[in-house]
């Protein structure tokens, strides 16, 4: 064994360095190096569902959207005919509205003007009956006291107004 | 030939180029230690081809240590601790170490440069060992076989280096591939063997102990005979004697791969450097490099056996022994 060069201290010597060296690159090569490819694989993985995720994510958006705007276009459809029908029913109203008005403003001034008539008329007659009377009091010649005139005037009026009431 | 004109000029290249090629390894020859005595001219090689005649070393040299004082290759002067295979191997383990730091000093999640060609040695590692021992005992065994593997490698191509064993101090190569020193070799088989033996224990319990010693078939067969079923019981201690036979031969075999791994190792890595000596005596020029080329590839290989045998043996290690079942 002497002649190989066999020898404990060297055998010993290379033992420890290379112990040094298994602990070393284990824990600072090995290590770091197994963690990134653990990582990496499990990132890309995650990375892969994740797309997977969101491609089918977009396509439920996508339909959702699609059905709210088929929904969203019957309603406002929906709204044109009902803002349709209402605008129809105001102008009905404002219409029958305006025709009332019309028609008690007619009413109105109709009785405004029979009264005007009858007071008119009430004068005439009253100045009618004085001149009459007035007429009267010449051909009879005869003065009537202011008394008796004024019953005169009263009582001619009652038998207009009794005449004018037939 | 009827080739284009156009391939003829490089193929004419290569024609001239290995005659140079040819002669230059002739004349160096011719030119050499042997040439000079097989065709004349005096023991003395020419200048230039004045190469040492190859004085191979079995053991490791100390190169610290003046070869005139006494005892020194016994280890009586101050630094005799450090023999050239030594300083190699730090070398190596420092190389080593300054790779794996330099790639994993700023390790990102998308690799560069010197990351992803190590992340690439490591995942490659990884599955040819996920392969022979499995996913749940491959990360367990992953740093010891590559580190081996590395170290092994590391050592046997450092020693290629041009220009690596002419460093001389004291007379004495500075630097020495250190597999050709027999106690690397043999420090990595201890190591190996720790490894398989701790892992088998561990995987299987005190149950491991029994593929070595088992006698609980042998003694079976005995209560059995005192129990009155005297054929059935000499029957069944014939059968656990065979057992502990078999048991005398996984020890050996056990032990006997320590012996193999460092012989191989030891005997590879010297038989190569004595022959790249020897051809370099004779044949100083252009030969050698053909066995560069081989050393190289025989480095890989032996680096790859021992990593690799490691792991088989950790592999045959940790699977439970159903013996006791037959």
Request: proline share 4%.
């Amino acid at each position: 064994m002497e002649g190989l060069g066999l020898d404990l201290p060297t055998f010993i010597g290379q033992l420890i360095s290379f112990l040094i060296l298994l602990g070393l690159i284990s824990a600072f090569g090995f290590k770091p190096i197994r963690k990134m490819l653990d990582e990496r694989s499990k990132r890309i993985q995650e990375s892969m569902e994740m797309a997977e995720a969101t491609k089918k994510e977009y396509e439920q958006a996508q339909a959702e959207v699609q059905k709210r705007l088929a929904q969203s276009q019957k309603q406002g459809e929906a709204l044109i005919v009902q803002a349709r029908e209402i605008g129809e029913k105001v102008k009905e109203e404002a219409k029958s509205g305006a025709r009332a008005e019309a028609q008690a403003i007619i009413e109105k001034t109709q009785v405004e003007m029979k009264r005007d008539q009858d007071k008119i008329i009430d004068n005439l007659r009253r100045e009618f009956a004085g001149i009459a009377i007035l007429a009267a009091e010449k051909v009879i010649k005869e003065s009537l006291d202011k008394q008796k005139h004024l019953r005169l005037i009263e009582e001619t009026l009652e038998q207009s107004s009794l005449l004018r009431k037939h | 030939m009827t080739e284009k004109p156009s391939h003829k000029s490089p193929l004419k290249l290569i024609l001239i180029i290995v005659v140079a090629l040819v002669g230059m390894s002739a004349v160096s020859f011719i030119g050499g230690g042997v040439g000079k005595i097989i065709f004349g001219g005096g023991a003395q090689p020419t200048g230039i081809f004045a190469i040492h005649a190859p004085k191979p070393e079995l053991p490791a040299e100390r190169p610290f240590c003046p070869p005139g004082e006494e005892g020194a290759a016994a280890g009586k002067c101050k630094y005799s601790f450090f023999t050239n295979t030594m300083i190699t191997a730090w070398i190596s383990i420092a190389f080593l170490l300054f790779l794996f730091i330099t790639a994993t000093r700023k390790i990102r999640l998308i690799p560069k440069g010197l990351q992803n060609f190590v992340e690439f040695f490591i995942e490659s590692a990884q599955n040819f060992i996920d392969d022979t021992a499995g996913k749940e005992y491959g990360r367990k065994f992953f740093p010891v076989c590559v580190t081996l593997f590395l170290f092994v490698l590391l050592n046997a191509w450092f020693s290629l280096v041009p220009g690596f064993e002419t460093i001389k101090l004291n007379h004495m190569p500075l630097l020495r591939n250190a597999n050709t020193d027999i106690n690397t070799p043999m420090m990595l088989a201890v190591v190996s063997f720790c490894f398989v033996e701790y892992w088998g224990f561990r995987a299987n319990g005190f149950h491991y102990l029994k593929k070595f010693v088992n006698f609980s078939p042998a003694l079976n067969g005995i209560k059995q005979v005192f129990s009155g079923q005297v054929k059935a019981g000499l029957g069944a201690f014939g059968m656990g004697l065979i057992t502990l036979f078999t048991c005398f031969l996984e020890t050996i075999s056990e032990l006997v791969r320590l012996m193999s791994f460092t012989f191989r190792l030891f005997g590879n890595m010297t038989a190569g450097m004595i022959t790249t000596l020897v051809i370099m005596y004779i044949v100083p020029w252009v030969v050698p490099s053909i066995f560069y080329g081989l050393e190289t590839f025989l480095g890989f290989v032996q680096a790859l056996i021992f990593g690799g045998l490691t792991l088989c043996f950790l592999a045959l290690a940790v699977t439970p022994h159903e013996e006791e079942s037959h």
